[in-house]
């Protein structure tokens, strides 16, 4: 356990992909919680300013180290210059689901190398505790709604969503094998919003793919009206459903995790949980909370079929509420006008 700004730190824990979306928010819970975070990240996908933003919002510098965690020899360096690590939160992976169509060996030399180097780093270091960012599309399109961590995984749709299963195999097979490790997988849904002060939110580099970016730019008119990919699905307004959570709500999710781990006594296991809100929500209903939140109108207009699309998925929070202890508290609305003020802040920089 270290010490920081003369408090006692509850242990000092590495965020790899610290600079990124769900990873800086992370950081702030963290350090809000008496932790003392070590950031790992490559700037592959994010920006060297979120480091500032993280100091400006926690009131104190944030260590970090720029680093792939394809590189093993650094990433030792980091278990030993920055004293005992206590546990880790690996977010550091390429996420593109196009992109990994196009490039599979990159995703799987990063998503599963990076994993692979760290674990092998935590066993020669002695640090036991992981946090693992897995994802809903581990499901694809399940028979029955909302999804439970008993829903079978699917087929995989892309080699991203192959990546993430993979892993999640990766750390059963290896805590199965007598690895003294305490690893809790969590199977994000759609997280989405920034932090109320607009210091730190999703920066997507190039041409955003995910709803919520790309309404942003809508709004500020950056971009034409808003393609609704396809409403002749069989959903209540007929275009797809997705369970959107609040980035804050989900870094959250990650500290209570650490906590957890902590509590359950030293024998080794893999707990997988799903992070969500329990409510599906239409792309027309995610419009309307936007509209609703920031008094932006956006025009909207009706394209075809995404393919690859799924048509709708929500979670169930029951293990996770019953087991950890952890239940999403914000609303879309507030995820939706903390993201427009993002976006505002962006605009302005
Ligand atoms: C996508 C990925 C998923 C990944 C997640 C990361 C696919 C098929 N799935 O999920 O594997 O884990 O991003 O955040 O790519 N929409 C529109 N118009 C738009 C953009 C989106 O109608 O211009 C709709 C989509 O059809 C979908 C919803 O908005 O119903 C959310 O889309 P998106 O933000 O891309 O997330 P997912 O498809 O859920």
């Known amino acids: 356990m270290g010490e920081f700004a003369g408090k006692q730190s509850r242990g000092r824990i590495l965020v790899t992909g610290g600079a990124g979306f769900i990873g800086s928010h992370t950081v702030v819970d963290l350090i809000e919680n008496g932790f003392d975070p070590v ?24 260590s970090c180290y720029e680093i792939n965690c394809g590189d093993r020899a650094r990433l030792q360096q ?5 004293g005992p690590i206590d546990g880790v939160i690996h977010f550091a992976a390429s996420k593109a689901v196009g992109e990994s169509q196009e490039k599979p060996l990159l995703y799987y030399r990063n ?11 935590m066993a020669e270091f002695g640090t036991r505790d992981l946090v693992f960012s897995s994802s809903c599309t581990v499901y694809g399109q399940p028979a029955s709604l909302p999804v439970t961590e ?39 849904f759609n997280p989405i919003g920034a932090h109320p002060s ?10 955003p793919q995910n709803l919520v970016p790309i309404i942003l730019q809508s709004a500020a008119g950056l971009r034409g009206p808003i393609q609704i990919f396809g409403d002749d699905w069989s959903t209540r307004d007929g275009t797809c ?12 999710a990650h500290v209570r995790s650490l906590d ?31 509209e609703r939140a920031t008094g932006q109108p956006i025009a909207r207009e009706v394209g075809p079929r995404r393919p690859g699309d799924i048509e709708q998925i929500y979670a169930s929070c029951d293990k996770v509420e019953r087991v950890l202890g952890w239940k999403a508290t914000r609303t879309i609305d507030e995820a939706m006008r903390d993201a427009w003020r993002w976006q505002e802040r962006l605009a302005n920089r």
């Open 39 to 62: 950031i790992v990240d490559d700037f592959s996908n994010s920006d060297r300013g979120v480091v500032e933003g993280l100091a400006e919002i926690c009131g104190r510098p944030v």
């Open 78 to 82: 980091v278990f030993e210059s920055a």
């Open 111 to 121: 998503n599963l190398g990076g994993l692979m180097n760290l674990l092998e780093v």
């Open 150 to 188: 008993k829903t079978p995984r699917a087929e995989p749709a892309s080699v991203y969503g192959a990546t993430k299963r993979i892993c999640e195999d990766i750390l059963t097979d290896l805590v199965a094998s007598g690895a003294p490790h305490r690893v809790t997988l969590l199977r994000y």
């Open 198 to 207: 607009a210091r730190i939110g999703e920066l997507p580099l190039g041409d």
């Open 241 to 252: 459903v997705r369970d959107y959570i609040h980035v804050l709500d989900l870094a959250a």
């Open 260 to 290: 957890w781990m902590a509590e359950q006594g030293e024998d080794p296991r893999v707990e997988v949980f799903n992070v969500g809100t329990g409510r599906g929500t239409s792309v027309d209903e995610a419009l309307d909370a936007f």
